[in-house]
């Protein structure tokens, strides 16, 4: 089983350390969540194990971005096999209401199969 992947809090002031594989997971990439109350991660959960509908989203620069939850199951297969050092968010490192904490439950779903 491979070790999962630690929690790394992104920064407009400081760049990512050398050496350390980080794939980002904020709105941005295709992990990102879509649901605009990161407190509803029930939701996010439902939406990427089983939902085959994109969902748009309004950019804060005022352009619509599609989340598509079947690439992200894809990229979370990818990850399984190939796991980052880290998973790099806005979030806290310990925020519990952050989407990191339903990537990592599944990761680790998918490492255990």
Request: glycine letters at 2%; charged letters at 25%; aromatic letters at 6%.
């Amino acid at each position: 089983m491979n070790k999962l992947p630690r929690r790394f809090k992104l920064s407009r002031a400081k760049a990512y350390p050398i050496g350390l594989k980080i794939v980002r997971c904020d709105r941005t990439s295709i992990l990102g969540n879509p649901f605009k109350n990161d407190m509803d991660l029930k939701a996010y959960e439902a939406w990427i194990r089983h939902s085959v509908t994109p969902l748009p989203v309004l950019t804060s620069t005022g352009k619509i971005r599609m989340f598509c939850p079947v690439k992200a199951r894809q990229r979370l297969k990818e990850l399984a096999v190939n796991p980052p050092t880290h998973l790099a968010c806005w979030c806290a490192t310990d925020a519990s209401n952050c989407h990191l904490t339903v990537i990592l439950k599944l990761l680790a779903e998918m490492q255990d199969d």
